[in-house]
């Protein structure tokens, strides 16, 4: 998708080293180390980050229960048995739960609270996409190839693509921006 003097330079390896050193400092069994990558990246750089701007833009505190440093520690001490079993987590939490919560909710898998970007991106912001992502005098277009560009939201109209989509509209409003704020 790259502009080809772009793609020359991109050392994908060089993304990932992070990632990496972080999983092999880790310790104990393959879910151990990878629920400590996901704990120090993704929930540290994302998860906690969203939360905490959200919550205070609207002037709200808010906790986080379970990221109580001894409630953390006992987590990280359980054996993987009680960490999941057949592809279902919290095994142990729910347990604990047992006759507090309803059985549907004991039951059920983990829910995000993701935004139906593939739905939107397909119908009330068609337009808008197109119009952003297609603008031949769109900055993204020094970086990103349009046809790559245009390929992507033909196919998401049967494939979901929104993550990309969505990366190339932050990309490109980004790229906006940089480009008003240096006149």
Same mark, same amino acid.
């Given at each position: 998708?790259?502009?080809? $003097?772009?793609?020359?330079? %991109?050392?994908?390896?060089?993304?990932l080293?992070?990632?990496?050193?972080?999983?092999?400092?880790?310790?104990?069994?393959?879910?151990?180390?990878?629920?400590?990558?996901?704990?120090?990246?993704?929930l540290?750089?994302?998860?906690?980050? #969203?939360?905490?701007?959200?919550?205070?833009?609207?002037?709200?505190?808010?906790?986080?229960? %379970?990221?109580?440093?001894?409630?953390? $520690? %006992?987590?990280a001490?359980?054996?993987?048995?009680?960490?999941?079993?057949?592809? #279902?987590? #919290?095994?142990?939490?729910?347990? !604990?739960?047992?006759?507090?919560?309803?059985?549907?909710?004991?039951?059920?898998? #983990?829910?995000?609270?993701? !935004?139906?970007?593939?739905?939107?991106?397909?119908?009330?912001?068609?337009?808008?996409?197109?119009?952003?992502?297609?603008?031949?005098?769109?900055?993204?277009?020094?970086?990103?190839?349009? $046809?790559?560009?245009? !390929?992507?939201?033909?196919?998401?109209?049967?494939?979901?693509?929104? !993550?990309?989509?969505?990366?190339?509209?932050?990309?490109?409003?980004?790229?906006?921006? $940089?480009?008003?704020?240096?006149?």
């Amino acid at each position: 998708m790259l502009q080809p $003097e772009l793609a020359r330079c %991109f050392e994908p390896d060089r993304l990932l080293e992070s990632f990496r050193a972080a999983y092999a400092n880790g310790r104990g069994s393959t879910l151990a180390r990878l629920l400590q990558l996901n704990f120090e990246t993704y929930l540290l750089d994302d998860l906690l980050v #969203k939360m905490d701007r959200m919550s205070m833009a609207h002037g709200l505190e808010a906790r986080s229960p %379970f990221l109580d440093t001894a409630v953390v $520690e %006992f987590g990280a001490s359980l054996p993987d048995r009680l960490r999941m079993r057949l592809g #279902k987590g #919290k095994i142990l939490l729910r347990r !604990a739960m047992r006759g507090v919560l309803p059985e549907s909710i004991l039951a059920r898998g #983990k829910r995000g609270f993701g !935004a139906p970007l593939g739905a939107w991106f397909r119908s009330d912001l068609a337009s808008f996409v197109r119009e952003r992502l297609l603008d031949p005098a769109s900055p993204l277009h020094e970086y990103v190839r349009p $046809e790559a560009v245009a !390929a992507v939201l033909t196919r998401h109209g049967t494939a979901d693509l929104s !993550a990309r989509i969505w990366a190339l509209l932050t990309l490109e409003s980004w790229l906006r921006q $940089e480009r008003s704020w240096g006149r």
